[in-house]
C-alpha cells in the first residue's frame, strides 16, 4: 500500500492530492504523458471495429491533451458533452477545434446540434474523464455526479475506458452503490489494462 493510499480515506481527501498531484506536474512530463496515452489509445482503438467514440475536452492539467482531434483525425465520429444542469449530460457531435465554445467550470463543448442525452447510447466506447481510477474499476470524478446520471444510458455493451496518470490508477477508493465502474483504465506507462467488472 502506498503513502497515499494509506493517508486518504474519504473522496474529499483523494480528491484534493489527485488535484495537487496534477497541479505540480511539469510541463514537459505532461506532454510526455499525453503523447503515450494517445498512442496507447490510437494503438487500442485500432484493434477494434468502432465508429463512435464518446470523449471529452481536456482542460488544465487533465490529461490527453487534443483528445477529440485525434480521434476525429483516426477517422471516428466524436460524441462531447455538454453540461445541461443537474441532468445527465447533453452530446453533441466534435467537427474541429473551430466547434468549440467556452462552458460553465471552464469547460470547452460542440456548440453544434444538441443530440440529447441519449445520445451516449450510440457510443461503441466512451472515454471517461477521471482524477482516479482504482484496480476495482471505481471512478473518482469532480464531485458534481454528471458521468453518474449519464454513464447508466449507455449501450451496456459499450466500453468504458477511464484515462488517468499513473500515479491515479490506484489500489482502493472509497466507492458507493450507484458508481458505475469502469471496464477498464488507460495509463501513459501501463497502456489500456482491463479491469475486474
Known sequence: MSSLDEFCTSKAEWRSRLLRQRDELDEPTRQADDQALLSSLLGWLAQRQLSVV?????????????????????GLRVLLPIVAGKRPLEWAEYTGPDSLEPATFGLLEPSGERLGAEAIGRADVILVPALGIDHQGVRLGRGAGHYDRSLPLRDPAAELLGIVRDGEFVASLPGEDHDVRMTSVITPARGVVRLPV
Do not use: N
Open 54 to 74: 464518446a470523449a471529452y475536452v481536456p482542460v488544465g492539467p487533465e490529461p490527453g491533451a487534443d483528445l477529440p482531434s485525434v480521434l476525429r483525425e483516426a
